[in-house]
């Protein structure tokens, strides 16, 4: 008897943090169900269920996934449609292991090889056809142009509607799954039509071309393994911290810190962040990181003066969307996790940017800068109610606080006040000398043209 799986419920999450060290082989089991605060299971509008967890699908999405994994077939290029299901079933063979671990459910261990290798190629095959539909190859996949949803007449909600059932917490492929899946013929011959594969900007679409095309290579041990793709995306927000490569006097506010205690602050006791510009008034210049996410935040001084270097933020149609996933995967993770003093580091990073960006202003600096990238006002005005969320607890973490306290206190070097005087005064010295040489000799030059001309003439 096959029991009636719930709907899925509201973007719930899995971790990361305690994936650091996980051998290679056996990946840690964070795809799980999660129940709301009320512990009841919660509900979610119509969309399709990807892998074991949330249930039955409606019907119209069962029927879109069988025609996705046909197409496949059909279009593998071998005569023998048993052929290719073989070659797809002994493909999950080899990775059916691992992503059974990747779940923790005790219904995945009672669904038998064939039922669980089936449901990961039809589930995934769609889960691929879509993916490769938002990163602009759904002319390769081989639907008729008037397709309802790989055709050219889908609208942005309906692509919404898709984006937010592929960053469902919970409803998701493995991501192993999803790489096996990427290397047999079908999937191979749709990368290679695509002749060129621009890097997307924003994140959910970079994060889907950074695992399905550019196929970065493994972690090596003792590195972050991405176990699904909201794992993918809170690893592409947080990166993998700086270098060790800053001198003496830079201050690294993101290196090997352990401590997990979450510090509070309050929002009208003006204790949070300094905006931008408030940031560039007192001397303190905003910078792009060149690689790397929120662990390579890091705040730096000389005798000069001081800069803060920030992760791009690239707003797009998707980013409230993802954002919105990454909390409630962080919310969920560490409500059921035995460390309750581990951080909510994505809502942490989304604090000082809501405290960096208070005005039309703070974008337009963080804008020339590099740092935020919008295409156009609708996106900035997306951005500002991104970032007007309110977020649980005004919580951050300690390196953030860090970063809070060093820019709150920091004051241009006395040293450097008194050098740009001077050196404003050896400017303007030098300034007026170059206008009355300058004068001087066009002085010269027309009193000596004036007496050449004058003989000229006598001499005539």
Known sequence: FRRRREAPPQLHPSPLVQLATAPENLPPKILKKSNDDNGSPPTFESLPRFGPLYGEDEKIFASMKKD???????????????VIKET?????????????????????????????????????????????????????????????????????GDVKHWIKAMTFVGNQIPIVVLKELMKQTFFQRVVTSQRKWDEPNGIFRRALYEFLIFQ????????????????????????SGPKPDQTDEDIDLESDITTTVV???????????????HMERVGIRLKKQTRGGTKGIKFTTNIFGASLYLPGFAVDDDTDLVFRSLIEYEKRHVSSS???????????YLRLMKDLVRSPEDIRLLEKRGIVTTCDLRHKEKLLRILGWKLHGNCITPEL???????????SPAVWGNLKNFLGIVISFFVSFALMFGLTSLQTFYAAYEHYHKNSTDHH
Not at 127 to 137: D, I, R, T, V
Not at 401 to 411: G, Q
């Open 263 to 277: 510090v509070n602050i309050d929002d009208d006791g003006g204790q949070g962040f300094l905006s931008a510009t």
């Open 216 to 239: 970065a290579p493994s972690p090596k041990s003792g590195r972050r393994i991405t176990i699904d793709l909201l794992h993918n995306l809170q690893g592409l927000v947080l990166g």
């Open 401 to 411: 606080d860090t970063v809070r306290l060093l820019t709150r206190h920091y004051s």
């Open 88 to 156: 797809y079933f002994s493909a999950m063979g080899r990775v059916e292991q691992d992503a059974r671990n990747s779940y923790d459910d005790p219904s995945v261990d009672l669904m038998t090889g064939s039922r669980f290798r089936k449901m990961m190629i039809v589930d995934g095959c769609f889960f691929l056809h879509l993916a490769l539909l938002l990163l602009g190859a759904a002319d390769h996949l081989g639907y008729p142009v008037g397709h309802g949803v790989f055709g050219r007449g889908r609208s942005k």
């Open 338 to 348: 035995s460390s309750s003093n581990r951080p909510l580091e994505v809502m942490s």
């Open 68 to 82: 996705a994994w046909k197409l496949v077939r059909e279009k593998s290029g071998a005569a023998d449609s048993f």
